[in-house]
């Protein structure tokens, strides 16, 4: 037991891991040989292969390039703040002046010293001992000159093994159009109203997550389980980002069937024989009589061999003909077309939600859902959340904040 | 036994949800009889404002079906964690479902986890808890009052949650939370008064590769006295947020129009333009209510790293959400 932990514990190669440099982070693929652009650095990530996820490790320079570090294990940190010796701090900034002069050491100066050896803990110190006014600045004013700085020279990275929290995060953080606009607590609230047990079948119609929401309800259907979800999709291949970097195991994945959306409806309508017949073969082999199997075979070798796509949506159109447990919407497109269509395959006494970043659509969507008698309990809600900053004495909300979608949530009665 | 999976008819001694209207909404049982408040057993009648409710006449119904009551019709729903947090008997205040929702994404939950909660209280978020770690992951939930303990566990039992679930009486400020629970915590959340009393307790609860923390406080000065702990105990990732959520009611307006333009020409014409324009015009509107909650309680997380990396004290904790790249 013990090994086995170890093992998954360890970074592979072929590994989806995150990088997080302080609050900023950016998914990589581990590789054989491997370099990561984080921000402006080029990082060689081949020291990593073999450590362990939560590891920390220190940007080093390397002697042929100025732009290019490398990676060494680290056990500990040099924190800025900690081990500077502040010897005086002023009352108030009355005395303080704004000027080009305040910092002694010119832009060139700190280009050298990055390049001798990258690091917060050297740079800054040299910022400081530079600084005319930094002895003269508050308390609380040089510890945030110093998180500030710290924050721009810090050269210590941590791998982490990517998990919804993270991912969503992260790509919202890049450009929240990545998600569609879904953001933290948006995803949270989507996920708990659609109700997802991990023993249902679940569907859901994403235009484009970067993979989140798939990635998010398989997350929650669990491994070893007996759940299904059916992702459709607009395009002719689905986003998958975050589903692959959550590097769920096989029986997991196989779990979560992606379809075209047009062509699983398609499928559903005008080829019903062939996703009926095949649940025939699949469930009822012990019972068949063997000279009705005799024909089928017959009637196989006319065909061509179906294609992958083929197979899921027909496995896609059998889980629907039975019907689904939770239905999910998260569309850019208008979503009253779309959630009229899909509400036929959701089970009665079951919930759904659909998610737009807009409140028009939603309106529209609410009005339909009002004029049908088997929806109640319409609700449309959106969301307000803020970070803080929480320390001794200056605590206050962050200064930036963002604005989320608009979540509507409904019942269908089975009538 | 109702909130387990999901069910299409009704059995006897479920939990039933009785959706009236969108605020009027109910959680009744599916049996004959039932003890009142002065401890009788008596006929199960819910009184509803559109009369009354014969509850034992509910078992073989279909959920999600249409009921007829003497002066109008209700719906009878299967229960989930979101219907239990809006209609459960309050033993304290609880947890709603956008903290809820929050709670359970952030503390990276999925089936399987391990999970410590303190206090049990009403047993909201529990419930989410639950369908979030079953079927292979086990909720041990803390309460230091006795009768809420033994009302939870009975609570869980009759839900059908009654085999993922451990429910125990324990001040766990004082006492932790126990050796049996040693490393075998993915997560801990923790409602209570004095948290920072309670965390120290909880880093031996971490599984050795680590896990998530979450502290919910009504008050800032709670956030700042545990978030000062939750650093001194190695926890990284330390980040404090709240959530408020504005429901909204969609409704057409009808909004009279000015017409300005009468005033340039003569008294007469303008009559007669009048008879021709209704000054009236309808909008589609999405109203917020007069009055929404402003404040529940700040949601602090924090990360309890594996135990290889427990001593690089670094400072993650400046996450930053918001386009600041």
């Given at each position: 037991m013990e090994n086995a932990n170890e093992d998954t514990n360890k970074i592979k190669v072929g590994d989806f891991v995150i990088v997080q440099r302080q609050g900023y982070t950016k998914l990589h693929k581990i590789k054989a040989q491997s370099n990561l652009i984080l921000g402006s650095f080029h990082i060689e990530m081949d020291n990593v292969i073999g450590e362990r996820y939560f590891d920390t490790f220190q940007m080093k320079n390397t002697s042929n390039s100025k732009k290019f570090y490398t990676l060494e294990k680290v056990n500990e940190v040099n924190s800025v703040v900690e081990s500077l010796n502040i010897e005086k701090s002023g009352t108030?900034?009355?005395h303080i002046q704004v000027n080009?002069?305040?910092?002694?050491?010119?832009k060139e100066d700190i280009d050298k010293l990055k390049d001798e050896q990258f690091g917060s803990s050297n740079i800054v110190e040299q910022l400081v001992n530079n600084s005319k006014t930094f002895n003269m600045k508050t308390e609380y004013s040089q510890e945030k000159y110093l998180k500030k700085k710290e924050k721009k020279y810090f050269e210590y990275i941590v791998i982490r093994r990517p998990t919804i929290r993270l991912l969503a995060q992260m790509f919202y953080r890049q450009d929240p159009t990545k998600t569609l606009g879904i953001r933290v607590d948006d995803l949270s609230q989507i996920l708990n109203h659609a109700n997802i047990h991990p023993e249902g079948n679940h569907l859901l119609y994403d235009s484009g997550t970067s993979g989140l929401l798939p990635a998010a309800i398989t997350n929650l259907i669990g491994s070893k389980t007996e759940g299904h979800l059916i992702h459709m999709h607009p395009?002719?291949?689905?986003?998958k980002n975050a589903f692959m970097a959550m590097q769920f195991p096989q029986e997991q994945v196989e779990r979560c069937t992606n379809v075209n959306l047009y062509s699983v409806l398609r499928c559903f309508y005008q080829n019903k024989d062939s996703y009926k017949k095949t649940q025939d073969t699949e469930i009822d082999n012990s019972c068949e009589e063997p000279a009705q199997k005799k024909i089928k075979v017959e009637d196989g070798e006319e065909q061509l061999p179906k294609k992958s796509w083929q197979i899921d949506n027909e496995r896609a159109c059998r889980i629907l003909s039975n019907r689904v447990d939770s239905l999910i919407i998260t569309s850019k497109e208008h979503p009253v077309n779309i959630t009229k269509e899909l509400l036929q395959f959701l089970n009665g006494n079951r919930q759904f939600v659909v998610f737009n970043i807009l409140k028009e659509p939603l309106m529209d969507l609410y009005n339909y859902l009002k004029s049908r008698e088997d929806i109640i309990s319409i609700r449309l809600c959106n969301n307000f959340m803020r970070n803080y900053q929480v320390l001794p004495e200056r605590t206050h909300p962050e200064v930036n904040m963002c604005s989320g979608g608009y979540i509507l949530t409904a019942y269908k009665l089975s009538c | 036994m109702s909130f387990e999976g999901y069910k299409d008819v009704i059995e006897e001694g479920d939990s039933v949800i009785l959706y009236l209207t969108i605020t009027q909404v109910y959680c009744v049982k599916a049996q004959p009889k039932i003890v009142n408040k002065k401890g009788n057993l008596v006929d199960n009648v819910f009184q509803t404002p559109f009369g009354a409710l014969k509850c034992f006449d509910l078992i073989g119904k279909y959920y999600g079906s249409k009921i007829s009551l003497s002066k109008g019709w209700g719906y009878v729903m299967q229960p989930n964690p979101e219907l239990w947090t809006i209609t459960l008997p309050h033993r304290t205040q609880i947890i709603y479902t956008p903290d809820i929702s929050m709670i359970v994404l952030q503390l990276e939950i999925s089936p399987g986890s391990v999970v410590i909660e303190?206090?049990?209280?009403?047993?909201s978020l529990s419930h989410a808890l639950i369908r979030a770690v079953k079927p292979h992951g086990h909720l041990h939930t803390f309460d230091f009052h006795e009768d809420r303990v033994k009302t939870a566990r009975d609570e869980f039992q009759e839900h059908g949650f009654g085999k993922y679930v451990t429910v125990k009486h324990h001040d766990v400020c004082v006492n932790?939370?126990?050796?049996?629970?040693?490393?075998?915590?993915d997560a801990v959340f923790l409602d209570l008064p004095h948290p920072w009393l309670a965390i120290p307790h909880t880093v031996k609860s971490f599984k050795d590769t680590g896990g998530r923390i979450c502290s919910f406080s009504p008050c800032i000065e709670q956030v700042q006295k545990s978030c000062l702990i939750l650093s001194k105990y190695g926890?990284?990732?330390?980040q404090t947020t709240e959530v408020l959520q504005t429901q909204y009611s969609v409704q057409q307006r009808t909004l009279p129009v000015l017409n300005l333009e009468c005033l340039k020409v003569s008294k007469e014409e303008a009559e007669l333009e009048k008879q021709i324009k209704r000054d009236v015009t309808k909008v589609m509107s999405a109203i917020p209510p007069a009055s929404v909650p402003g404040h529940t309680g700040y949601l602090t997380f924090a990360t309890m790293p594996p135990v290889w990396a427990r001593n690089v004290q670094l400072n993650l904790s400046d996450i930053d959400d918001c386009n600041n790249e």
């Open positions: 108030d900034n009355r080009a002069e305040s910092q002694g050491l010119s395009g002719n291949e689905c986003q | 303190s206090g049990t209280g009403s047993g932790g939370f126990g050796d049996d629970l040693d490393n075998k915590a926890f990284q990732e330390i």
